[in-house]
């Protein structure tokens, strides 16, 4: 009930203001918010999604209306919800997730701009032109030709808008855009402001039933089309999206298709906007406690009695409020958030082009053009070609091929296959997934022309032999092969595929036993062989050059995240990184002798201590320990962090934030680099420049290494050196 009310005072002005944007009538946005709450949210397949107006579709309705009339535009509203509950029931939903969120995201950010441009004129005083060029370019003119009034009230509207997120958090629960236009309304009517009105009246007696629409009936059925798949992909995105939010059932996504399907046909016929899952109203739904459809569903009747009865209220509303909460929402659908993400995939290129296209050409060319730019740059990725080369000081070549090959590569492939001197021994590794008969007929001609000069070509494949096999007139799979699993010895054991799995036993440990040996089996199978020369070698003596300090937690692996191999890392691993500083308690000889035998017999370069995110240790130390009578001796150990957290109190204060534990994380390994300084032959080989103290952090969610900078600006010499590049 209470999620139901706070998703009604968000739905009424966001519908209104929709609907407005969309050149519809104003009551035509309340309908969709009636049936898209009442009928998709009955019917359709997530528990917390609230279906409505979309602003995503505005710029589809205004040109449909200004092509067939308004009575047309709700016949093809109908028919698009026929082809979306035909498409739900063939169970097609699943192909909706296959369009890139780039192209999505460049599409909601290119309808946002429209809007707000759009919108701007009447707040300034004025008229949206036909274009989002034409607004643009008559802005300037819009901008000098003030009116005084109508100006305010959108200014105000605005302010209201971008301050209201900065109230006590009583205050803002009243939904923004609600109390932006109550304000607005207010003033506005306090002090005879002269603006224009909002009304219903027209939009209600000018009911019909809808109508075929006239014209060419190819664009007939390419609106059709364009609005069910539009309405369709936004409903299903937001799905996914939302079903991160919340901790019950899942979305049936078929069943939410046929269910905006419904949708779509009720809104039609009633005369209302084309209907779509909505994110915001979704999210503000999520957030304010609902946990089953029924309070989509209430939200959808609380609207129809405000319609009802209320409706004579929206009179108030100045139109030049709703512009400028249009403009504001417009706005906010460029979603920098989104941009970045996009970035780290390399797909702006895809959310910039759909943006530009959809703003110059027009909603269903920029998508298709979006889409296009997607897959091109989808099939470069699939087909990019790397080859890494590397000269032992014997002389031979070490080349590796990774990718998948095939004549797209075959340029590429052969401008670097050819520069390799006449003559020279060539160790090949193709590390691919997949060689059609143009990559193949490039390497095999260049070998064979290779060894004819005098040279030798070694051919080592990791995966399927795919030069082996074509090479041998024998037919290889049209299929690419997958990676094998167990060869990703760094895998955990539940990511590994076995030939035999482990049989049922009695206990954990039992279970943890015979998991371990199977591991003790396979290491001896695959890398033993390997690995037995190098062991042979440091069998004699070992020479680390690191001494290594970390936290004793299953998800470190120094050898991984160092790259670093056998005899590199002295090692050391407790529970919190910690290193007891000299002389106190509990008295710890452990890590002291460890200290010792690295610093003065072993003469260790560097030593470095690693913490990690979301450190154990550190959220006992952040919450007061472990409680007395429980875990005595980690409560023992964990006063050794005591240090740690007065720092972090110095440094932040002592109110917590959602990332204290990774601040204090970091902290931490700051204040054990101090620590080491308290043994006098650590502090004198630091002096002396024998000797390095290195911080690092491991964000486990990213799987990223960090550096952290010692507390003494005199140690700052590794840790001024960059980790990663801008290029990693």
């Known amino acids: 009930m209470p999620a139901s009310l706070v998703v009604f005072l968000v739905a009424v002005p966001l519908s209104l203001g929709i609907a407005m944007a969309s050149g519809a009538p104003l009551v035509a946005g309340l309908i969709a918010a009636v049936v898209g709450g009442i009928v998709g949210g009955a019917l359709g397949g997530s528990a917390v999604q609230v279906s409505g107006p979309a602003a995503g579709l505005s710029l589809v309705v205004v040109d449909l209306v200004h092509t067939y009339g308004w009575r047309a535009t709700c016949m093809i509203t109908l028919l698009a919800g026929v082809v979306q509950l035909l498409l739900g029931v063939l169970k097609a939903a699943r192909a909706a997730l296959a369009v890139s969120p780039a192209v999505i995201h460049g599409m909601l950010a290119a309808v946002g701009i429209i809007i707000a441009l759009s919108q701007l004129h009447i707040v300034l005083g004025g008229?949206?032109?036909?274009?989002?060029?034409?607004?643009?370019?008559?802005?300037?003119?819009?901008?000098?030709?003030?009116?005084?009034?109508?100006?305010?009230?959108?200014?105000?509207?605005?302010?209201v808008l971008a301050l209201w997120t900065r109230l006590p958090q009583r205050v803002r629960s009243v939904p923004a855009p609600l109390a932006a236009l109550l304000v607005a309304a207010i003033v506005a009517w306090?002090?005879?402001?002269?603006?224009?009105?909002?009304?219903?009246?027209?939009?209600?007696?000018?009911?019909?039933?809808?109508?075929?629409?006239?014209?060419?009936?190819?664009?007939?059925?390419?609106?059709?089309?364009?609005?069910?798949?539009?309405?369709?992909?936004?409903?299903?995105?937001?799905?996914?999206?939302?079903?991160?939010?919340?901790?019950?059932?899942?979305?049936?996504?078929?069943?939410?298709?046929?269910?905006?399907?419904?949708?779509?046909?009720?809104?039609?016929?009633?005369?209302?906007?084309?209907?779509?899952?909505?994110?915001?109203?979704?999210?503000?739904?999520?957030?304010?406690?609902?946990r089953t459809r029924v309070s989509s569903i209430l939200h959808g009747v609380w609207v129809l009695v405000f319609a009802l009865g209320f409706g004579w209220s929206i009179k108030l509303i100045p139109l030049e409020a709703l512009a400028a909460l249009l403009v504001?929402?417009?706005?906010?659908?460029?979603?920098?958030?989104?941009?970045?993400?996009?970035?780290?995939?390399?797909?702006?290129?895809?959310?910039?082009?759909?943006?530009?296209?959809?703003?110059?050409?027009?909603?269903?060319?920029?998508?298709l053009a979006g889409l296009a730019l997607a897959a091109l740059l989808a099939l470069r990725r699939l087909t990019r070609v790397t080859v890494l080369k590397h000269a032992d000081r014997d002389g031979r070549l070490h080349v590796t091929i990774s990718g998948s090959l095939t004549f797209l590569g075959v340029p590429r492939l052969t401008h670097e296959l050819r520069a390799?001197?006449?003559?020279?021994?060539?160790?090949?590794?193709?590390?691919?997934?997949?060689?059609?008969?143009?990559?193949?007929?490039?390497?095999?001609?260049?070998?064979?022309?290779?060894?004819?000069?005098?040279?030798?070509?070694?051919?080592?494949?990791?995966?399927?032999?795919?030069?082996?096999?074509?090479?041998?007139?024998?037919?290889?799979?049209?299929?690419?092969?997958?990676?094998?699993?167990?060869?990703?010895?760094?895998?955990?054991w539940a990511h590994r595929r076995r030939p035999e799995p482990p049989r049922p036993l009695p206990s954990?440990?039992?279970?943890?036993?015979?998991?371990?040996?199977?591991?003790?089996?396979?290491?001896?199978?695959?890398?033993?062989?390997?690995v037995r020369p190098i062991f042979t070698e440091l069998a004699r003596k070992q020479q680390p050059t690191h001494l290594f300090i970390t936290c004793a937690d299953s998800r470190i692996m120094p050898s991984l995240i160092t790259s670093s191999g056998p005899g590199d890392l002295f090692t050391v691993r407790n529970i919190g990184n910690l290193v007891p500083r000299r002389g106190t308690e509990p008295?710890?000889?452990?890590?002291?002798?460890?200290?010792?035998?690295?610093?003065?017999?072993?003469?260790?370069?560097?030593?470095?201590?690693?913490?990690?995110?979301?450190?154990?240790?550190?959220?006992?130390?952040?919450?007061?320990?472990?409680?007395?009578?429980?875990?005595?001796g980690l409560r023992r150990w964990l006063r050794h962090g005591d240090h740690s957290l007065a720092r972090f109190i110095e440094t932040e204060g002592d109110r917590l934030h959602s990332g204290a534990l990774d601040v204090l994380c970091r902290v931490n390994v700051q204040q054990q680099l101090e620590n080491l300084l308290t043994y006098r032959k650590v502090e004198e080989q630091v002096n002396a420049g024998t000797l390095e103290l290195v911080g690092l952090f491991f964000d486990i969610g990213s799987a990223r290494v960090h550096m952290v900078p010692p507390l003494r600006p005199e140690l700052a010499s590794v840790a001024a050196r960059p980790l990663m590049t801008a290029d990693d």
């Open 127 to 159: 008229s949206s032109q036909h274009s989002a060029i034409a607004n643009l370019v008559e802005l300037p003119g819009q901008i000098a030709d003030l009116h005084g009034h109508k100006v305010a009230v959108g200014v105000l509207t605005i302010a």
């Open 190 to 290: 306090a002090f005879g402001w002269d603006v224009t009105r909002v009304d219903l009246s027209e939009s209600v007696t000018e009911w019909a039933f809808p109508v075929l629409p006239q014209g060419d009936w190819h664009m007939v059925v390419s609106s059709v089309l364009l609005v069910a798949l539009l309405a369709g992909c936004e409903s299903l995105l937001c799905c996914v999206a939302v079903d991160g939010m919340h901790g019950g059932r899942r979305c049936d996504l078929d069943q939410e298709l046929t269910g905006q399907g419904v949708a779509n046909m009720v809104t039609g016929a009633l005369g209302g906007l084309p209907v779509a899952g909505v994110i915001v109203r979704s999210t503000t739904n999520v957030k304010a406690g609902a």
């Open 328 to 367: 504001f929402i417009g706005v906010q659908m460029v979603n920098l958030g989104h941009v970045k993400k996009v970035h780290g995939h390399g797909e702006v290129p895809v959310y910039v082009a759909t943006m530009a296209a959809v703003i110059v050409l027009g909603l269903a060319e920029g998508v």
């Open 420 to 492: 390799i001197p006449d003559g020279t021994t060539v160790d090949l590794d193709l590390n691919i997934d997949f060689m059609d008969n143009g990559a193949f007929e490039a390497i095999h001609s260049w070998r064979l022309d290779h060894e004819r000069m005098g040279g030798t070509v070694h051919i080592d494949e990791l995966h399927d032999e795919w030069y082996a096999l074509a090479a041998s007139g024998g037919r290889t799979s049209p299929v690419k092969s997958p990676p094998r699993a167990p060869d990703r010895w760094w895998l955990p």
């Open 508 to 530: 954990d440990d039992e279970t943890a036993e015979c998991l371990l040996t199977a591991g003790a089996r396979e290491y001896h199978s695959r890398t033993a062989p390997l």
């Open 587 to 632: 008295h710890d000889d452990s890590v002291v002798a460890a200290i010792e035998y690295a610093t003065q017999v072993l003469s260790v370069r560097t030593i470095t201590v690693c913490g990690h995110s979301g450190c154990g240790a550190m959220a006992g130390v952040l919450s007061g320990g472990v409680q007395a009578g429980s875990l005595p």
